[in-house]
């Protein structure tokens, strides 16, 4: 096995700001694992939108939507520098006290979240994650718990695997707040991104029917992913274009778009149906009638990230070959901030993804743009 070196690339978030803030070193310490630890050799990581806002410091407080504030309102365990990186996929070369040895080989993938709260308890009122609350995988190595590092045995290469975590714990955790159930229809914003093409994938393992709102040019690929049908988001009329669109019903909206469209989409829903959300991309301050709201019976549910409970029904489904990866493309570590550029662009489908240059030619290079 290749020694560890004292010292490791990484891309430091020095502060709330642009991308200046976010810095490629090549004298960042190694870490070392804790007890309950395990070190991880980084292969991969992949990009989300957590990692922009919380650069942006875009969270806003409960009295001030525009302020600077990171994720975890009001009680934050962001601290400067700061390794981002959620969408660990690595093997683990290294163990802290207490980690059996044999452990020392296996090929991981990351549950990011860091749960304050014992094994059995699936609340996430006390939620926190790596790469917010400590360090992450935007390195050559990163330490977790040990009881986060899942060992994979799928074929799925490892760029592949790192799109996996938290885009499909996330919109797996808001299928399971909206208890979407087989044969119910459900209405998908934001739908080619990383989040919204999971939903798509995932209320189809459920038996549900996903429609999606897209922008213009991406219909067939959403489609192929399984979407039943598109409908446009500057779509004139939005309510009366998805009741076009709609053989029925709509019983849930995943809405991770929210901004002008908010009222439209409680409209869309039929009585008592439900609303979850895990993010705002289009504007988090909406308008919203009251009166749409209680006179439907309507459910509205707020989601961030997921329980263990749908970390390993999501490892299940990878193993199982119940989804499958949808990544765009690859990037070096070295070349962050143009991934990042592209990133926000939002012209893909699906997820991005981060490899550190020492493993460009393997990891990589099989999946960059050409």
């Known amino acids: 096995m290749t020694p560890i070196p004292g010292v490791m690339k990484a891309v430091r978030l020095l502060g709330h700001g642009g991308l200046d803030q976010l810095v490629y070193s090549d004298d960042v310490p190694t870490p070392t694992p804790g007890p309950g630890e395990v070190l991880i050799d980084v292969h991969a990581c992949g990009m989300n939108n957590t990692d922009v806002w919380v650069r942006e410091g875009a969270y806003g407080t409960e009295t001030d939507p525009g302020s600077v504030s990171t994720w975890r309102r009001g009680r934050s365990t962001l601290t400067f520098p700061r390794i981002q990186g959620t969408d660990t996929v690595g093997e683990i070369v290294a163990v802290g006290p207490g980690v059996p040895a044999e452990r020392v080989g296996e090929r991981v993938m990351v549950d990011f979240s860091i749960y304050n709260r014992p094994e059995g308890d699936d609340s996430l009122a006390d939620i926190d994650y790596i790469g917010h609350g400590r360090d992450g995988g935007y390195a050559e190595y990163v330490t977790v718990p040990a009881e986060n590092a899942y060992e994979i045995t799928s074929g799925i290469d490892d760029a592949e695997l790192a799109t996996f975590c938290c885009a499909y714990l996330t919109a797996e955790q808001m299928l399971d707040r909206a208890r979407l159930a087989s044969g119910e229809r459900v209405l998908v914003t934001g739908a080619s991104g990383g989040v919204g093409s999971a939903i798509l994938q995932l209320a189809r393992v459920r038996g549900a029917i996903p429609y999606a709102v897209s922008s213009p040019g991406k219909e067939d690929a959403l489609r192929a992913i399984g979407a039943q049908d598109v409908v446009l988001r500057d779509a004139p009329d939005l309510v009366a274009a998805v009741e076009r669109m709609v053989d029925g019903p709509v019983d849930v909206v995943a809405d991770l778009v929210a901004g002008p469209m908010f009222n439209s989409l409680l409209r869309i829903l039929r009585p008592e149906g439900r609303y979850t959300t895990a993010g705002a ?48 493309r690859t990037y070096r570590l070295s070349d962050f901030h143009e991934a990042q550029r592209a990133f926000m662009s939002k012209t893909y489908i699906g997820k991005l993804v981060v490899v550190p240059d020492r493993h460009w030619t393997t990891v990589g290079a099989p999946h960059a743009a050409s």
Do not use: C, W
Request: charged content about 25%; glycine content about 10%.
């Open 281 to 328: 991309i289009g504007g988090p301050v909406v308008d919203l009638d009251l009166r749409t709201m209680y006179l439907k019976q309507l459910e509205l549910h707020g989601s961030s990230q997921g329980t263990r409970t749908a970390f390993r029904r999501l490892v299940r489904y990878i193993e199982n070959g119940d989804i499958r990866p949808l990544l765009d």
